[in-house]
Every structure is written in C-alpha cells, then in structure tokens.
C-alpha cells in the first residue's frame, strides 16, 4: 500500500485533478485511494479510448486530465491518441501499466507487452518508466513537461514497482 500511497501523493502534486481509468488488478489499490480520498475527480470508463475522448474534453474544459490503463489499452488507442490529441495538442498523462513484460503470469499479456515501448516511440509519444518507488518522484517532471509543450506522455508503470 505504500507505493500506491506514494504513486498517488505524486500524482496528487502534479496537479492532475481529472482522472479516468480502465480496471487493472496492477492500480487496484491505487484507484481505492483515489475514490476514498475523493480529491481527485475520478470515472471508469469501458474502453481506452472512450477515456481518450473524455480526457481531451475535460482538457478544453480547463482540467489536467489523466488516462489510468493497461498497456492493451494502448493499442485500442492510437486513433484517438495521433487523430485528436496530436492534430489539436491536448496533453493527456497517460499512466500504463506494462502486462506482458516480466514476472506475467497471462500468456495473453505477453505480445502487446514485448511491443508497448516500441509502439509509443512508433506513435511519438514520450514516456518515463517506472520501475521502483525511487522513481516515483519523476511523475511530476514528466506532468510538469507534458502541459508545458502540449504533448501527452506516458509513465509506465512497471511490476517491479509493487516488488513482484
């Protein structure tokens, strides 16, 4: 629970204030923080890029929107991400966790886990890995970049992070 508290307390400073997610076991403990604390604005939504969407509209209503979702959901994605977010530079943080790479238990993780780092430097979008808690801290500078050059970012969250 500490490394969901800090994930949080970080993402809290970046001063995202507007979040959407699609379940992963990965964030559970996170998402229980954010819905008891309640101080973030936070909705599931049923698919990625449904949340894309949703997230570009919060951001033209003047919020710092973010996207919580497995690396699958990147895929399911891309339109949205090169077809509105790019064209018309609305920065969404897009906060992923990487299925399919080490320690994967679901053989059906494992494609999109081998391809998701290639497929954001393929799309152009940067991103920042995470991999233990004293990288945590490197979200607010990654959030802090994003709005200042309107481009979205992706942190990836790894499992190492959790200590699996």
């Not at 954010?34 to 949340?51: A, L, N, Y």
């Not at 979200?139 to 309107?150: D, G, L, P, Q």
Request: with cysteine.
């Amino acid at each position: 629970m500490d490394t969901d508290k800090k994930l949080y307390d970080a993402i809290k400073e970046s001063g995202i204030n507007f979040l959407l997610s699609v379940p992963c076991d990965m964030i559970k403990g996170l998402l229980e923080i954010i819905d008891e604390k309640k101080e973030i604005m936070h909705f599931s939504v049923t698919r990625e890029e449904e949340g894309v969407g949703v997230a570009a509209g919060a951001f033209l209503g003047g919020k710092k929107p973010s996207i919580l979702m497995q690396n699958s959901g990147l895929g399911n994605s891309i339109n949205a991400i090169k077809s509105l977010l790019e064209i018309y530079e609305i920065p969404i943080i897009f906060i992923i966790t990487h299925r399919g790479a080490e320690g994967e238990k679901i053989l059906a993780q494992m494609p999109m886990g081998k391809i998701t780092l290639n497929l954001l430097d393929c799309i152009d979008v940067e991103y920042i890995i995470i991999d233990s808690e004293v990288k945590i801290d490197e979200i607010v500078k990654a959030v802090k970049k994003s709005t200042s050059f309107n481009k979205s970012v992706a942190i990836i969250l790894k499992r190492t992070l959790w200590g699996v």
